[in-house]
């Protein structure tokens, strides 16, 4: 059997005496859409910033292709196709929505675009970025700087320059956080549209775009895995409706 793009191996993090991560293992396949909920506080956070170097484990693995990336840094693990986007939007105010793809696909190019002295007036890197934003429905927005960009259309940018990257594995952290019913709807679709393009780990409270999404959903409660499977075994699992659909009684 081929071994997962992403294995996480008895993953440990505490804060203090708080154990945020407790021996949490969990694959995800290549191209696979794999939900991580749980309730707030339940450390989803905290493993996608494991995932992505920002935070450092006090024990277990995490296995990108078979390699172990725990001791790599932020940027090698972005070199080896990890990206990710922020529960609250990290954008530039002032840089608009093209620079900030055009700067995206000029990291992505690498060597060849290294001395491009100005990413952001280049056709080589803004044409590639036009091109993503009307993907997102942003093309009139591209020349706007980020501050004039609503809630909803600051998520999109975050995840257009996440793809940018072209990444293997996107790590996306609660992407329909804010949002209305039809942006969500928005979302939903394009990330549908985008399905088996690379391997995502969602974190997300929006039950119906998890069940619409996911291959599979892991279920964590207090930085443990209680449960994963499809969509209808979590449906369907007594312990997920009481520890976390809040349907005990159902
Ligand atoms: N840097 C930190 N220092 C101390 N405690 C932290 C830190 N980061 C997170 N925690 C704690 O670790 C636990 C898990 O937090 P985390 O943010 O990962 O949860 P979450 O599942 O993402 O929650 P939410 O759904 O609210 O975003 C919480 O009890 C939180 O208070
Ligand atoms: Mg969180």
């Known amino acids: 059997m081929k071994a ?12 203090g ?11 995800v396949a290549e191209g696979e859409v794999h939900a991580l909920i749980g309730p707030n506080g339940a450390g989803k956070t905290t493993v996608i910033n494991q995932l992505t170097g920002e935070l450092h484990p006090d024990g277990g693995r995490i296995l990108l292709d078979g390699t172990d990336i725990v001791g790599l ?21 002032s840089y608009t929505a093209l620079e900030h793809v055009a700067l995206a696909v000029q990291a992505n190019a690498g060597h060849s675009f290294r001395f491009i002295g100005d990413a952001r007036a280049d056709e080589r890197l803004t044409g590639p970025a036009r091109e993503i934003l009307s993907r997102f429905g942003l093309a009139t927005r591209a020349d706007r700087p980020v501050a004039a ?15 940018a990257m072209k990444p293997r594995l996107l790590l996306l952290d609660e992407p329909m956080a804010g949002l209305g019913a039809a942006e969500s709807a928005q979302m939903v679709e394009l990330l549908q549209s985008l399905k088996g393009q690379f391997a ?3 974190v997300e409270h929006d039950m119906d775009a ?41």
């Not at 960009?149 to 793809?163: D, I, P, W, Y």
């Open 73 to 93: 840094p932020v940027h090698a693990r972005v070199r080896m196709g990890l990206a990710r986007t922020f529960q609250i939007v990290q954008l530039m105010g």
């Open 149 to 163: 960009l609503s809630h909803g259309e600051r998520k999109q940018l975050e995840l257009a320059v996440a793809l």
């Open 4 to 15: 997962p793009l992403l294995r996480i191996d008895g993953l440990v993090k505490r804060f």
């Open 200 to 202: 995502l780990l969602l």
């Open 17 to 27: 005496g708080l154990t945020a991560t407790d021996c949490l293992s969990l694959d």
């Open 210 to 250: 998890v069940f619409s999404l996911a291959d599979r959903i892991s279920v964590l409660v207090g930085g443990r895995a209680i449960a994963s499977g499809s969509v209808a075994e979590i449906q369907a699992d007594p312990a997920v409706r009481i520890a976390y659909l809040g349907e005990g009684d159902a």
